[in-house]
């Protein structure tokens, strides 16, 4: 089966590779010319463990390419994927679709024969149809159907999300739809991953509810973090003990500095802008928005509370994208806390493992080459990203490092206990701070 991937950004470039893995043909196509160079001189342009080395086995064996002509690639195509930024639009939060209809339209001037356009950007409800009509007008005599095919991988493991999501979700109006991308999807189909057939606005919407969901599983556990250090509990307990009942699940129940990322941000943003327009707002999301945009500010105050005035004082400060094994930065709390610490006077020296020449773009802090140079002479450490290599830090040199003996850990990736032994006052998130034991 031949494909064409349009958008070779996280999403498109991770589908394309792992679809070329599949045994279909895949060429991605993106108008970025740096990108497109980049991947044809073997550089692969993000941080995404295991995707330099799929994309160069499948480039290899000719199943894979990259380029910037779209026409060509879609005119070959059976299947064409929408994979363009749907990112939130400035001003009113609604998801900015000028991506998506510029490429809807780019690919009705290539179509030839019968080609399933498949949309795996996440968009509101309605844009296939749109995206239907935008080639209708453009192209009355071609052969097509528009289909719905939302991503559900997480950056840092989306080769492994992608070879074996949970389920993939389709939406498609007639069954010469649905049989191509049975056909797209059978390996996985074989595998026995169920595939969930839908209506198109049912499968756009499934990917946004799944997102606000998620998102509130984070909020929620963040709330339950607050009241945890009002009453002295451990939310950590509280995660496990509630997230062992199979109905809730234990997973996205980890208390942290708020919910980050090209994702949760913008699409929590994008349904509650679409449940307004509709007339049946969820006030549920409304309040993930708002607690969350909140949370970040509160962190940087957790920080100032810790640390006492911070003005003139330095803060080390280990990870600064949205999460580990990404090089992303996109609304990453990082990019609130730092600036709101720096407009108090502080000054920050920063250590990430993969995002320092992302966030160099973004933030305004002194960057380390590794995490003991960011610590070194620092009044306090603060954890914001959750890299492996900060979980077995060694301690006594962390401790000889800092000018105080500070850590305030908004990840919790330490026992208080093990922090206190070892002399630290250690402040972490909806747990009992112990004292140092010296
Ligand atoms: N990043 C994730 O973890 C993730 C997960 C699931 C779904 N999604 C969704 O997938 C979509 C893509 O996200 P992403 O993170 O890959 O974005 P991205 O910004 O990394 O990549 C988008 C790419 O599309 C290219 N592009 C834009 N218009 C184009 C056009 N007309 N022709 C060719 N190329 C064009 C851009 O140059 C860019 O390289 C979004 O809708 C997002 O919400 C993202």
Known sequence: MRIAMIGTGYVGLVSGACLSEFGHEVACIDSDAGKIDALNAGRIPIFEPGLDEVVATNVKAGRLSFGRELAPAVKSADAVFIAVGTPSRRGDGHADLSYVYAAAEEIARGLDGYTVIVTKSTVPVGTGREVEQIIRRARPDAEFDVASNPEFLREGSAIEDFRRPDRIVVGAESERARAVMREVYRPLYLNETPIVFTARETAELIKYAANAFLATKITFINEMANICEKVGADVQDVARGIGLDGRIGSKFLHAGPGFGGSCFPKDTLALLKTSQAVGAPTRIVEAVVDVNEQRKADMAEKIIAAVGDVRGKTIAVLGVTFKPNTDDMRDAPSLVILPALQARGAKIRAYDPEGTAEAKKHLDVTFCADAYEAIEGAD???????????????????????????????????????????????????????????
């Open 380 to 438: 306090a450490l603060v954890i914001l990203t959750e890299w492996n290599e900060f979980r077995a830090l060694d301690l006594a040199r962390v401790k000889s490092l800092l000018k105080t003996p500070l850590i305030i850990d908004l990840r919790n990736i330490y026992p208080p206990k093990q922090m206190a032994e070892a002399g630290f006052r250690y402040i972490s998130v909806g747990r009992p701070s112990l004292a140092p034991e010296v």
